[in-house]
């Protein structure tokens, strides 16, 4: 059963617009999210993170929001740039550090210019 | 910055033969991860090490072993290898307990002919 799920497999945005990536989860004891990209043939790079007691963080073009109640989080990129066309997952941790992700099966972002 | 090194990034073996893949995580990372990645899947993970020890078991199968040496790099051990374990498996490396975020290797893709 899959705890982590990303609904949308593919998103297309125009270039300069706002990209929005979501991601969903079923286990309340999830309580460090965080978004990891991936090129073809590149291990997944990571982005941006948010812990439980945040409801939202900012890092330059990248806001994560975290809806607890809702179980739900967001990446909201703008402007949208061709660069980031890659694949995103989100990806959950229980508890602390030290303790292994769980990851959602991606989407797939493409900005076209 | 160095990143975590893995070797090879590419294998090619038949089936019921064995591999090793061999990860270096960043310079002072205690901790070291494995995840498989499926055609079309999301990292699933597999075994994680803290300071020379076991410290989570996920769904590796029983014909893997891997463990951390002294140097804290890693090596999975593959036996008896089936059609189904091609795949990227991926090394993540982070820095003792209180850190959430993991980062990863390039990948190593194995094919089981």
């Known amino acids: 059963d899959q705890q982590v799920k990303q609904n949308s497999p593919s998103l297309s945005v125009q270039e300069g617009r706002i990209s929005i990536l979501n991601c969903d989860y079923t286990n309340s004891m999830f309580d460090y999210f965080l978004w990891y990209k991936k090129y073809p043939a590149e291990g997944p790079t990571f982005l941006i993170s948010i812990s439980s007691i945040k409801d939202k963080n900012e890092d330059g073009r990248f806001t994560v929001f975290l809806n607890k109640s809702a179980k739900h989080l967001s990446l909201h990129i703008v402007p949208s740039q061709p660069g980031d066309s890659a694949v995103y997952f989100c990806?959950?941790?229980?508890?602390?550090?030290?303790?292994?992700?769980?990851f959602g099966k991606g989407t797939r972002l493409s900005v076209i210019a | 910055a160095a990143g975590v090194i893995q070797s090879p990034r590419h294998l090619i073996k038949e089936k019921r033969e064995t591999a090793t893949l061999k990860c270096y995580p960043i310079?002072?990372?205690?901790?070291v991860y494995w995840y498989q990645q499926g055609p079309g899947q999301d990292p699933q993970f597999l075994i994680s090490f803290y300071e020379k020890m076991q410290s989570d078991k996920g769904s590796i199968p029983d014909r893997f072993s891997a463990q951390q040496f002294s140097d804290y790099h890693s090596e999975l051990n593959m036996s008896s290898l089936e059609l189904g374990d091609s795949a990227l498996y991926f090394c993540a490396s982070s820095s003792g307990v209180s850190s959430y975020e993991q980062y990863f290797g390039p990948g190593t893709r194995l094919t089981v002919t």
């Open positions: 310079p002072r990372h205690d901790t």
């Open positions: 990806a959950l941790l229980r508890n602390s550090g030290n303790t292994p992700l769980v």
